[in-house]
C-alpha cells in the first residue's frame, strides 16, 4: 500500500528545527495554512543531492525544498515556476555573508566553499550593504498595504504575503530584529501592522 504522508524536505541550520531558507518558507507557510500535514526531513547543504537527487536537472544548483508525496520518484515534486514577490531580492548581498553565521557545521563549509567559488569573498560582499538600502525596496509594499492592505491583495491572505514573509524570516535569521527596523522605517505603519498580523503564522510545526 503507498505511503500517504507527504514529506517536506527542509534545509538544515545550527538551531534544531529552524526554518530559514526563503525558499523553503514560502513552501511550509503554504503547507501550513492549508492544514496539509506532514514530516520534515531536515538535510545539510551538502547532502541535498544524495537525499533527494536532482531537483532542478540540467541546471545548477541541486535545491530545496522538495516535497514527497507517496512511495514513487515520480511522486517527488518542487515548487519551481511560481510568481515571485516584487523588491524582495534586494538585500541579497546584506544577505548571504551572513548566513555562514547560522548554518550547521557542514553547511556553513559547503556554503561558504561554493558561493565564494561563484562570488568571490564573501566578506568583501558585506562591504557596503547596509540595512537602509530595504528602505526603497519595500516602499512599494507600504504603498501596495495602504492601498489594498490588511493583505498584500485585500482582505485575505495570499501567496505574495507568504513570499514576502519568508523572504523577511531569512532576513531576521541573518540579524535577528533587523525586520522590526525595516517596516519601522516607514511612519504610516501598514508595514508594521502587516507583520504584527503575518509573524504568527512563521511557526515551524
Ligand atoms: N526553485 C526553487 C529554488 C529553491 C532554492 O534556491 N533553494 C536554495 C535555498 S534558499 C537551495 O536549496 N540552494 C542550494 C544551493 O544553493 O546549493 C524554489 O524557488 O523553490
Given at each position: 500500500m503507498p505511503s500517504t504522508e507527504v514529506i517536506f524536505y527542509d534545509l538544515l541550520c545550527s538551531t534544531p528545527a529552524t526554518c530559514w531558507s526563503p525558499s523553503c518558507w514560502r513552501t511550509r507557510l503554504v503547507l501550513q495554512h492549508k492544514r496539509i500535514p506532514f514530516h520534515t526531513v531536515w538535510v545539510s547543504y551538502p547532502d541535498i543531492a544524495s537525499t533527494v537527487g536532482h531537483t532542478q536537472p540540467g541546471r545548477e544548483p541541486v535545491t530545496l525544498p522538495v516535497i514527497k508525496h507517496g512511495d514513487t520518484a515520480e511522486a517527488v515534486y518542487f515548487f519551481e515556476n511560481w510568481t515571485h514577490a516584487g523588491p524582495t531580492e534586494s538585500l541579497i548581498l546584506w544577505s548571504l555573508p551572513r548566513m555562514p553565521a547560522f548554518l550547521d557545521k557542514r553547511g556553513r563549509e559547503f556554503f561558504v566553499r561554493t558561493r565564494e567559488e561563484q562570488f568571490g569573498s564573501l566578506e568583501e560582499m558585506a562591504e557596503g550593504q547596509g540595512l537602509e538600502q530595504a528602505e526603497m525596496a519595500y516602499?512599494?509594499?507600504?504603498?501596495?498595504?495602504k492601498r489594498y492592505g490588511p493583505y498584500i491583495a485585500?482582505?485575505?491572505?495570499?501567496?505574495?504575503?507568504?513570499i514576502l514573509l519568508a523572504t523577511l524570516l531569512w532576513y531576521d535569521m541573518c540579524e535577528p530584529g533587523c525586520v522590526r527596523k525595516i517596516v519601522n522605517f516607514f511612519p504610516s505603519r501598514h508595514f508594521a501592522k502587516w507583520y504584527d498580523l503575518m509573524l504568527p503564522l512563521a511557526v515551524t510545526q
Open positions: 516602499e512599494p509594499i507600504e504603498f501596495l498595504l485585500g482582505d485575505r491572505v495570499s501567496y505574495q504575503d507568504f
